[in-house]
Every structure is written in C-alpha cells, then in structure tokens.
C-alpha cells in the first residue's frame, strides 16, 4: 500500500510540476484570460489551459522585455516597430499554447510582447487587447 501512495504522490508532483512548467506567464505578474480583445477573468494558481489567449502586464522597458522572454525561454524571431511600441514575435518550448504563422507562411510563434510608454505586456499565443 505505501509503494501505491508513494507512485501516486510522485505522479500527481509529476503532472503539477507539468502544469506549472507550461504555464510561464503566471510567474510574471498577474495574469488575464482575454476574449475579443476584452480581459475577461483573472488566472489565479500556477497554470491555464493551453487554449486560452492569456495576457500580463507590468511597468518596465525593453530590457525588462526581454529578460521576462527569456525566464519563459523565449527565442525572438520577429521584432517590428509599430508606431512607438516594440513588438517582438517570440517562440517558447514552455508556452503549450498553439503556434501562430508570420506573414511569411513559415516563421511559427507563440509568444508576442510589446513595450510602449513603461509598460511591458506579454500574451500567448497573441498579445490580446491594446499596447
């Protein structure tokens, strides 16, 4: 009965230590769950479903940007210049959320963040809402 318990206690560690592990935004600040471009809920706990558009924000220029995409282990592959906000394309093994496509058809991302005016925001698979 112990060699049961301790394989379900290692199992059930296993699966929120996975949770977790793919669900990186919840570790930046305080997370939302967006829907036609409108927060709608608050992501309290460690993780979200892979199919939802999921949004952070907090203060902080492009260094801070940056340093938040790589604790998420996020490599760039697009950065653009949109009217004085830097939008950056990036894709991560840890983010489940589907891939999107560039415009070249090819490119696959799954992370977009944006800084304007102080504000750092970082979304998966889209950076839903304003920047």
């Known amino acids: 009965m112990k060699k049961l318990l301790t394989a379900v206690a290692i199992l059930a560690a296993g699966i929120i230590m996975t949770a977790v592990y793919y669900s990186p935004l ?3 600040g305080d997370s939302y769950e967006y829907v036609n471009n ?26 801070e940007m940056y340093a938040a995409l790589d604790r998420i282990n ?7 210049d949109c009217g004085g906000a830097v939008v950056v394309y990036a894709y991560s093994p840890r983010v489940a959320a589907r891939s999107e496509k560039l415009s070249d058809g090819v490119t696959e991302y799954n992370v977009m ?12 698979p889209l950076l839903s809402g304003c920047y």
């Open 113 to 124: 963040a944006a800084v304007r005016d102080g504000m750092v925001s970082i979304g998966t």
């Open 74 to 80: 996020a490599a760039t592959v697009k950065v653009a």
């Open 38 to 63: 409108v927060p709608v809920e608050s992501i309290d706990g460690l993780c979200y479903a892979r199919d939802k558009l999921v949004r952070v924000d907090f203060e902080g220029g492009e260094s």
């Open 26 to 28: 919840t570790g930046l």
